[in-house]
């Protein structure tokens, strides 16, 4: 067992690894996946552990441990963030590859599933410092990433900045002809070094838009319907921007910092306003009261959107949840034993390979136009990603209709039986 920790708070919990392999045999025994395929798929194909040393600014060397796991990679190179946290472990980094492999499938994306990062708190170093443990942590991937063999991404506490570093390094490693064509190494970069228009926005997009097609489903509106939010980062500001402009209200936010609640409502825009003014935090906002920690996750709402870290809820906090929609913007953020009493509970929940795949869809845009030297607008950018999101929730919820199970096991299903196909179809080598 692990911890989970919550402000200050920490519970015991079920490990991410074990969640997503129980997830995993759920699904591949409903749909009698072949034996031979889920030997391959129960493993992850390459685990790359590096300790690399970096001069702070005092002068003084830190050595740090990065991770770079690759699940599988039977349709397409491989795909997936880079966290900067300290949770990050060998374990962490194997369960995430793995969700990465089923959301690109489920996607319908010529991608495979990685994932990685390094284990620290940013919080603790300058941005120099975080500049150079970047280009020394791609140093030391070396030809472990590549842009037809495995694409990196940012995730928690990664940014468009950090894709810079990391694509310059990388370039700079290269041979001078080689150099221009090697831009999509890396995806989710600040549009000046090659990034696509909506990338910023497409996770949170993505989530805003399954809430919007599971509100059409159900015929209700949109409007009036409350709800809360876990993580107000690129993830959670962007999908309560969308929620927010239609008609929806935010009751309460969270963050590692603390927990904050207004039954009448937050304004999304001064809250996001306000965190960038106070070093990221949302505490002490002044148009909305300090709650504790434990309160938030059952407090009155309609929809509640998880959009940090996973594991958050839990079978200790699952039972006081009174929304009737979950929304996974995170990864993973629902333990085993948590959904099965939410599902229990008539819950509904929109699983992370789904609900958060805006992010990885826009990435494949913009590897898509690096490849090709093409310029998309931001209109084209989000139609594309819409009817793309449309297609995945539509397919999700007619297998879950058709094989009557909830909508992460379907989802799982799709993705496994689209990668069980290729196998089949491919051979095995030799």
């Known amino acids: 067992m692990g911890e989970r920790i919550l402000g200050k708070k920490k519970v015991a919990r079920q490990g991410m690894l074990e969640n997503v392999m129980r997830q995993f045999d759920n699904a591949a025994d409903i749909l009698d996946l072949n034996p031979n395929i889920r030997k391959i798929l129960e493993v992850t194909n390459n685990e790359l552990v590096v300790h690399f040393p970096v001069r702070m600014d005092n002068e003084e060397v830190e050595v740090f441990t990065g991770y770079r796991v690759q699940h599988n990679n039977s349709l397409g190179p491989y795909k997936g963030g880079l966290r900067y946290h300290p949770t990050v472990d060998i374990d962490a980094a194997r369960a995430l590859a793995m969700w990465m492999t089923w959301k690109t499938s489920l996607a319908g994306l010529p991608f495979g599933g990685a994932k990685g990062g390094i284990k620290l708190d940013p919080a603790k170093y300058s941005s120099a410092e975080i500049e150079r443990i970047t280009r020394r942590f791609t140093y030391a991937l070396g030809d472990n990433i590549g842009p037809e063999l495995d694409i990196p991404a940012p995730d928690v506490n990664t940014s468009a900045q950090t894709m810079a570093w990391i694509l310059d390094t990388y370039m700079s490693t290269k041979p001078p002809a080689e150099r221009s064509t090697n831009t999509h190494v890396v995806t989710g970069k600040p549009i000046g070094a090659g990034g696509s228009e909506g990338r910023d926005r497409a996770t949170g997009y993505g989530v805003y838009l399954n809430i919007r097609f599971w509100a059409k489903e159900k015929e209700l509106s949109i409007k009036d319907q409350k709800f809360i939010v876990q993580g107000f980062g690129n993830v959670g500001y962007w999908v309560a921007h969308f929620l927010d402009r239609d008609g929806a209200i935010l009751v309460a936010v969270q963050d590692q910092y ?66 009737r929609l979950i929304a996974e913007g995170a990864n993973g953020p629902t333990d085993i034993e948590a959904e099965e009493i939410l599902l229990e509970k008539g819950v509904e929940i929109i699983p992370d390979i789904l609900c958060n795949s805006g992010g990885v869809i826009g990435s494949y845009y913009e590897w898509l136009q690096n490849r090709n030297g093409e310029i998309w ?54």
């Open 377 to 430: 607008q931001l209109e084209e950018v989000m139609e594309k990603l819409e009817k793309k999101m449309k297609e995945s929730f539509t397919r999700v919820v007619k297998t879950s209709r058709e094989r009557k199970v909830d909508m992460r096991t379907a989802a799982f299903v799709i993705a496994i039986g689209r990668l069980e196909e290729a196998y089949i179809q491919r051979g095995i080598f030799p």
């Open 258 to 323: 603390g927990s904050i609640c207004d039954e009448e409502g937050i304004s999304v825009e001064k809250l996001h306003d306000y965190q960038k003014g106070n070093k990221g935090s949302i505490v002490d906002f002044p148009d909305a009261d300090a709650i504790d920690n434990d309160e938030f996750f059952g407090l009155e709402c309609d929809i509640c959107i998880p959009a940090a870290l996973g594991n958050q809820i839990t079978a200790e906090n699952s039972g006081g949840i009174k929304a």
